[in-house]
């Protein structure tokens, strides 16, 4: 049985390992047992998953994590604390130290090379900066992920999960939807942090769905044009992707040209690349 780290051993450890908490990383360690074990809970993880655990940190979910799991592939792009990962974890979980293996990279440009088998499973608290684009990179790099569990910033996790028409709806939700059906898994105190952060976090289940039978290079630009003019009706803001074809694909996919994109769901957005596809068009940009 794992032993999991206290408030006072978060800070043992990082005062020895000559750690200060920076920014630049998001690092805001999980103190607090209870929340650690919510974690491991709600990710529904089976003991032959193998987990991604993107930025391990001084390791207060991954002693929970490995307690579980058959593997648990830590990836830190810290060096201090990739480092000093397996020696805490040797200490605390002697029993199961050898399921871990850190590898030292940026989780937003990792790739199954660099991994010593496929992961089925992502578990992650991240930082505000990077969890959108870790969370997808992930679920578009490993094929084999079936199911995810993040921990983020509570306005992230409404962005994850936000349903077409909502104010927060945006490129994140639509792409998510592209690869998994994710939903709200609870709040998290930021009390339960050291330093403690000045936003509460939440956390995103999501499960792997079949992705559509569609172009997603095509998709996401289309997603892409549409948010980032968000307030412009769609003859207007989708000029940048489909050129002067913009009226040609919006009659041929059938939606008004006068909607904007934070009305469209994902199988318009699909709608739009078949009919930038289907009248021969590249972006002309
Ligand atoms: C919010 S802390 C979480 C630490 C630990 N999991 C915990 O819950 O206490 C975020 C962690 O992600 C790491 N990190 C930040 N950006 C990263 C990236 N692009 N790739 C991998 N790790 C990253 C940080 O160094 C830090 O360890």
């Known amino acids: 049985m794992a032993r999991l780290l206290t408030s006072g051993d978060i800070r043992t450890l990082s005062r020895g390992l000559g750690i200060t908490p920076t920014k630049k990383w998001g690092q805001n360690f999980v103190v607090d047992a209870n929340t650690v074990r919510r974690i491991a809970a709600a990710a529904k993880l089976d003991a032959d998953d193998v987990v991604m655990e993107v930025g391990p940190g001084l390791g207060s979910l991954t002693l929970a994590l490995i307690e579980i799991a058959r593997k648990v592939i830590a990836v830190e792009i810290d060096p201090k604390l990739a480092l000093a990962l397996p020696t805490t974890v040797a200490h605390r979980a002697p029993d199961e130290h050898r399921r871990l293996t850190v590898v030292e990279t940026d989780a937003a440009r990792v790739d199954p090379a660099q991994l010593p088998e496929a992961p089925t499973a992502l578990v992650a608290n991240l930082p505000y900066n990077v969890a959108v684009p870790v969370v997808l990179h992930a679920l578009e790099t490993f094929p084999s992920l079936r199911k995810g569990l993040v921990m983020v910033q509570a306005e992230v996790g409404d ?126 940009i």
Not at 205 to 217: G, K, L, M, V
Not at 225 to 234: I, V, Y
Not at 248 to 269: H, K, Q, W, Y
């Open 159 to 284: 962005r994850l999960t936000a349903q077409p028409g909502s104010k927060i709806y945006g490129g994140p939700s639509v792409k998510m939807a592209w690869y998994a059906k994710a939903k709200r898994a609870g709040s998290v105190s930021a009390n339960v942090f050291w330093p403690v952060p000045n936003v509460a976090s939440a956390l995103v289940a999501f499960e792997r769905i079949e992705s559509p039978d569609a172009n997603r290079a095509e998709v996401f630009a289309a997603v892409d044009a549409a948010f980032g003019q968000r307030r412009k009706m769609l003859r207007q803001s989708l000029k940048s992707w489909a050129g002067e074809d913009v009226d040609a694909v919006l009659e041929r996919s059938g939606i008004e040209p006068t909607r904007r994109g934070e009305s469209l769901d994902i199988s318009e957005f699909i709608a739009l690349a078949d009919a930038k596809e289907a009248l021969g068009g590249t972006s002309r």
